[in-house]
């Protein structure tokens, strides 16, 4: 997919992961020794991407050393750094500039499984080209998270009507879907026009530039923001007890033997790129 980049934000500090993101990047930690931004990569590939923009900061330099140009993985990286961190929104807006075409965002700390939803979120905005098509996923709680409601929804799509960010309980009551929460879960494709949208969005919750902020601001614009529920698992290491469940989740969905050949032969093909690139 040619027409399609990547923008990965992973210049946050990561306090809930403290002490651990004290020391090292919070997509570094390692599941099933192969860390978060590895797996975060592998699902922008399975959705067809290549090239990707990553957002750094202060003190990641273990994930540049881990990822390099991505040549490893048959990607290509380019670095954007972010030098104040003001938000998801912002960290976003870095791209403006470098991507004038559409783009797939994933949160450096999350993952989807099976990773190839990725490509069905990405080949669905393609057909409908809203401004904005998130995935979303099914909740109970929706304490922690931007929660959208469906104008219309049929086979798991559909248009937004509504979104909140980390709404309250009194706030939540309207946000229902066919009696369901639908919390976003960190996975985007956008259309460049959205960093028009973000450079509006004045700073919100936490004094952040949230990109929901952003996505509300242009729906009451008349712009359309389409919804794609995941159908798999989504993953992420934001916080110690969502660390837990991802490595529980994947060692029980996870043939481990073939896991760790597959880590063996990664291995192996790093090793041959340094020596290569060493001559």
Request: charged fraction near 30%.
């Amino acid at each position: 997919m040619d027409d399609i980049v990547g923008l990965i934000p992973a210049a946050g500090v990561g306090k809930r992961l403290y002490p651990f993101s004290r020391a090292v990047p919070k997509e570094m930690y390692p599941i099933l020794g192969k860390a978060v931004i590895e797996h975060n990569l592998e699902n922008l590939k399975a959705g067809g991407v290549e090239r990707v923009y990553m957002i750094v900061g202060f003190q990641k330099g273990a994930l540049m050393d881990y990822v390099g140009d991505g040549s490893f993985l048959g990607m290509n990286i380019i670095y954007l750094y972010q030098m104040k961190r003001r938000g998801l929104g912002h960290g976003i807006l870095q791209g403006k500039g470098w991507i004038d075409k559409t783009f797939v965002t994933l949160l450096g700390d999350s993952f989807i499984e099976p990773k190839e939803e990725m490509r069905e979120l990405i080949e669905y905005h393609k057909k409908e080209r809203p401004l904005a098509t998130v995935m979303v996923f099914e909740v109970d709680d929706v304490s922690g998270y931007g929660v959208a409601k469906f104008k219309n929804f049929g086979k798991g799509t559909g248009e937004i009507e509504k979104m909140v960010e980390k709404p309250s309980k009194e706030q939540a009551k309207s946000l229902k879907t066919n009696g369901k929460f639908f919390a976003l879960c960190g996975a985007y494709v956008f259309e460049p026009g959205i960093f028009d949208y973000l450079n509006k969005t004045p700073p919100g919750l936490n004094k952040e530039i949230q990109i929901t902020d952003a996505m509300i601001l242009a729906m009451k614009n008349g712009e359309r923001i389409n919804g794609f529920v995941l159908k798999g698992k989504y993953l992420d290491i934001g916080k110690w007890h969502t660390v837990k469940e991802t490595e529980r989740f994947l060692r029980e969905a996870v043939d481990i033997d073939k896991h760790y050949e597959e880590r063996e032969r990664m291995m192996e093909t790093v090793r041959k790129h340094e020596e290569e690139n060493e001559r």
